[in-house]
Structure formats: C-alpha cells, structure tokens
C-alpha cells in the first residue's frame, strides 16, 4: 500500500501561485511514477501533470503546459506541483496519484485508470 496526503492548497487570485505537496509512504517511492489529476464541481476528473520515477520524463494536460511544473525529490518521498500564472479555471480539488511504474517513460501517465494509489484531495481556488 502507498499512502499519500497532499498539501498546500488554498485561496489565490488570478495570475498568481501555488506549489502543492504530495508526501508519500508505504512503498519504495522511487519505484513509482506520480500524477496530479484535478476535478472541479460538475466535471470528470482530469488529467494535470505526471512524472517518472526518476524524474527524466514529464507530461502534462495542454491546458496547464508552460504555466505548472511537476517535480519530485525521491528522498523526501515528495511530489510537488509548481503551478504559476493562475486562471479561475483552474479551481478544483487537486488530487496526487501513485502507480508502480519504474520505466523512464510511460504515454498511458495521463489516464487514472492507471493509478492504484489515490490522496484526500486539496482544494485550489483561483478568484479575486
């Protein structure tokens, strides 16, 4: 089992940011690629970022590229999501994902059928 609790949601206006959190335990973390997946109020829940085990491969959604950057440091059992520039449509619950995945790439990150390992959720709030 793999345990996860995320962090650092809140409150922000437009144009500003965020880094979000996600600890880790249970499991050799480094044995596992890591994703956020978001899920505002009436929508599906959505594919955010996703790294490797390693951190050499990174994917994310369209809609956040250029603007959020996933990150993981494998001693601490940590994966952050650095999410700058801020639009009102990026309010949701944040949710991290873990999947045993120790390969250096992996195009089927962005499905969450793929992950096991699901945290509480965090809440973001993009308004003025």
């Known amino acids: 089992q793999v345990q996860l609790v995320e962090s650092g949601g809140g409150l922000v206006q437009p144009g500003g940011s965020l880094r979000l959190s996600c600890a880790a335990s249970g499991r050799t973390f480094s044995n596992y690629a890591m994703g956020w997946f978001r899920q505002a109020p009436g929508k599906e829940r959505e594919f955010v970022a996703a790294?490797?085990?390693?951190?050499?491969?990174?994917y994310y959604a369209d809609s956040v590229k250029g603007r959020f950057t996933i990150s993981r440091d494998n001693a601490k059992n940590t994966v952050y999501l650095q999410m700058n520039s801020l639009k009102p449509e990026d309010t949701a619950v944040y949710y991290c994902?873990?999947?045993?995945?120790?390969?250096?790439?992996?195009?089927?990150?962005?499905?969450?059928?793929?992950?096991?390992?699901w945290g509480q959720g965090t809440q973001v709030t993009v308004s003025s």
């Open positions: 790294i490797t085990w390693s951190g050499s491969s990174t």
């Open positions: 994902a873990a999947t045993w995945w120790p390969y250096n790439s992996g195009s089927n990150l962005g499905s969450p059928s793929e992950y096991p390992y």
